[in-house]
């Protein structure tokens, strides 16, 4: 089993569907990886050779963020909307849709499940 920053990836599958598997990697940039360094999208992981491993992982280190540094950045971000105190900063503080979406019906996802008020049916 392939190790690739800190994920175990999926050893029977196509290179560039088991590099999905690591936060941070898409389809776009799996297929951009295993064209830099070398790697036919036909392979499978359990064919690679350890240092076509090394390769991959030497080039996601050097040129990509993901996994836990991408996380951390996210968060900062998020923190640092709340700390100024904008809009979406706020929607973010009182955990609602941030991006326009209407709340009046829908928004489960965001608000959670929904809450019973009494005395409401009439």
Avoid: F, W
């Avoid at 940039?29 to 992981?45: Q, T």
Wanted: net charge positive.
């Amino acid at each position: 089993m392939a190790r690739i920053a800190g994920v175990n990836i999926p050893t029977h599958k196509r290179v560039h569907i088991a590099l999905t598997y690591i936060h941070g990697i898409g389809r776009e940039s799996a297929e951009k990886i295993c064209e830099s360094v070398g790697i036919d999208l036909a392979r499978r992981v359990n064919e690679l050779s350890d240092a076509e491993v090394l390769k991959v992982r030497e080039y996601i280190d050097a040129n990509l963020m993901v996994e836990g540094d991408l996380r951390r950045d996210t968060q900062m971000n998020i923190k640092r909307l709340m700390d100024l105190g904008c809009y979406r900063g706020l929607r973010h503080r009182r955990k609602l849709p941030v991006r326009g979406q209407r709340t009046h019906t829908n928004a489960r996802t965001r608000k959670g499940k929904a809450k019973a008020i009494a005395g409401k049916k009439k």
